[in-house]
């Protein structure tokens, strides 16, 4: 009997070890730049600068937020391709403002594609039209 509390303590530390860990893991996620939400990274973009600091936000709206109190122009932008999740050049990809809210706080409905065709279906889908890059 006692052989087996054992083994049941031993299988509750090694569940709460874990558990604690996962915790500490999103809670020490990367934040926004400009509002300090934690970043999805399906929603994420960076700028660049010239100074080759970065600055990263948990949407396309913060990103544009940020921007208007930014003294320097960002050298690049890049955005993540919303199916796929690869990281793209803002400059090569598609953007659609739909119904659809990312990040409701400050309320992004503008969606990232790096194919065309996933950009025009997703403005079907979801009442929205494409937009020209918001970063140029």
Same mark, same amino acid.
């Given at each position: 009997?006692?052989?087996?509390?054992?083994?049941? @303590?031993?299988?509750?530390?090694?569940?709460?070890? *874990?558990?604690?860990? +996962?915790?500490? $893991?999103?809670?020490?996620? !990367?934040? /926004?730049?400009?509002?300090?939400?934690? @970043?999805?990274?399906?929603?994420?973009?960076?700028? *660049?600068?010239?100074? +080759?600091?970065? $600055?990263?936000?948990?949407? !396309?709206? /913060?990103?544009?937020?940020?921007?208007?109190?930014?003294?320097?122009?960002?050298?690049?932008?890049?955005?993540?391709?919303?199916?796929?999740?690869?990281?793209?050049?803002?400059?090569?990809?598609?953007?659609?403002?739909?119904?659809?809210?990312?990040?409701?706080?400050?309320?992004?409905?503008?969606?990232?594609?790096?194919?065309?065709?996933?950009?025009?279906?997703?403005?079907?889908?979801?009442?929205?039209?494409?937009?020209?890059?918001?970063?140029?």
């Amino acid at each position: 009997m006692r052989k087996k509390a054992r083994v049941i @303590i031993i299988f509750v530390i090694i569940g709460l070890v *874990a558990a604690t860990s +996962a915790m500490l $893991k999103v809670r020490s996620g !990367v934040r /926004c730049d400009h509002d300090g939400t934690r @970043i999805q990274p399906i929603y994420e973009v960076t700028f *660049a600068f010239q100074d +080759a600091t970065n $600055k990263q936000f948990c949407s !396309v709206n /913060c990103a544009l937020l940020d921007l208007r109190n930014e003294k320097n122009r960002p050298k690049y932008v890049t955005v993540v391709d919303e199916v796929s999740g690869t990281k793209i050049d803002a400059n090569l990809a598609f953007f659609v403002k739909s119904e659809v809210l990312t990040i409701p706080h400050v309320k992004n409905n503008i969606h990232v594609f790096a194919k065309k065709e996933d950009a025009i279906r997703h403005a079907k889908q979801f009442n929205g039209e494409l937009i020209q890059n918001p970063f140029r």
